[in-house]
């Protein structure tokens, strides 16, 4: 089991910052991929980034490129998701996931755990 904790969810104006972040307990966080995902009302849950165990290998959905970027800090046992310039489109509920795995993959179905999930809402 890796317990997650997702925090820093909110209400933003469009254009402006949130960095997301994800606790997760046990002693083996660097052995984990990490991904972020999000799910907008009436539709399906969808890749956000992704980081390898070791922090050396990112992925981005090309929709978020530029604008988000996710890290890990394996001392806190803690991934982050920086969101910048964010727009209406972005609102969602944010879940991070953890996947027994080398790289991060970009499907739901290859993370074992999940957080509860963070509200985001981008205001236009």
């Known amino acids: 089991q890796v317990p997650l904790v997702e925090s820093g969810g909110g209400l933003v104006q469009a254009g402006g910052s949130l960095r997301l972040s994800c606790a997760a307990s046990g002693r083996t966080f660097s052995n984990y991929a990490m991904g972020w995902f999000r799910q907008a009302p009436g539709k399906e849950r969808a890749f956000v980034a992704g980081i390898s165990g070791s922090g050396a290998h990112t992925y981005s959905a090309d929709s978020v490129k530029g604008r988000f970027t996710i890290s890990r800090d394996n001392a806190k046992n803690t991934v982050y998701l920086q969101m910048s310039s964010l727009k209406p489109e972005d609102t969602a509920v944010y879940y991070c996931?953890?996947?027994?795995?080398?790289?991060?993959?970009?499907?739901?179905?290859?993370?074992?755990?999940w957080g509860q999930g963070t509200q985001v809402t981008v205001s236009s």
């Open positions: 996931a953890a996947a027994s795995a080398l790289l991060p993959g970009t499907k739901a179905s290859e993370y074992s755990y």
